[in-house]
């Protein structure tokens, strides 16, 4: 007597996935600019601050400011969206400020070759960072951290504790204060590069490279991505952008003292993470970047106009900086697990 057996089911059970409703993930998107718009009405009607900072000066100050952050930030994009920390980008701007007003008043070298010199410096440091990191295997925050410390000291050094003031070719100062449509010219070479990045991030495969690598590196590994190498090339990049920030920041001020950069860094770094909770929440984006290197000046320039102490900007850039790293890593957490 044969016995028939009955096949397996074939039949599948599909799990349904949570999606998040649309006006939610609009709201997700779109709140820093929403924020930022709403605490700089609160700032322009504040009592305290109404009358100094709705002007066209505070928002010159504010865009002129935010052109070196948000350019450090950029900056900071390029080793972070493949999963590493640069925490040489603002001593690595304040070198290519010191060096080129020191190249041009100590040295009496031409302005063209003085910022010449800073940015391929600051292409340097991103070079030894790269070089350590990928060929090395050492910790980027131990590596970074430390060429931070290096940069301060040598440039502490070559300044011997002085500020340089003169000697400084006045049409490199007369650039910084320049205006277009009332607007500092600084914030529309901010803009470029950030155009720039954009296309690099969404358009071309050594961005989207990038991504895939921040996302898991091994499997960027195994499908024949050059992990090494463009990690390297994003630490490269992020040294010269930073040496970039570094001339324009003493085309802004006119003057350069040695310091380890950290006034520029920190805030970078919570309009990165900020910028990671907007736009395309969970993700590091150039745009969000913008908006969040915009509402970090905004807020910063709120507080010191309305008569905050000095260390209150240290405390908002702190709390910022807390928050969005915590939220950016939720919104992140929720869009790979699809809830």
Known sequence: MTQTSTPPSTATVSIPVKRTPAPVRLLENFALPLLAVVVYAFFSFFPLSSTSFPTMNNLNVILGSQAVVALIAIAALFPLICGYFDFSLGA????????TAGLM???GLPLWLSILIALVLGTLVGVVNG?????LHMSPFVTTLGMSMLL????SWFTGGQTFVSGIDPALIKFGSTRLAGIPVAFFITLIVAAIAWYFFTHTPYGRSLYAIGSNATAAKLVGLPVNKNVWWSFII????SGLAGVLQLARVGSATASDGGTLLFPALAAVFLGATAIRPGFFNVIGTIVGAIFVSVSVSGLALSGASGWASNVFNGVALLAAVGLSTYLGRRRRTGS
Do not use: E, K, P
Request: aromatic residues 16%; proline residues 0%.
């Open 131 to 135: 070089f350590f990191v990928t060929r």
């Open 152 to 155: 301060a000291g040598l440039m």
């Open 105 to 107: 008043s100590v040295f």
């Open 92 to 99: 690595t701007a304040v070198m290519a400020q010191v060096m």
């Open 238 to 241: 992020a040294g010269f952008i």
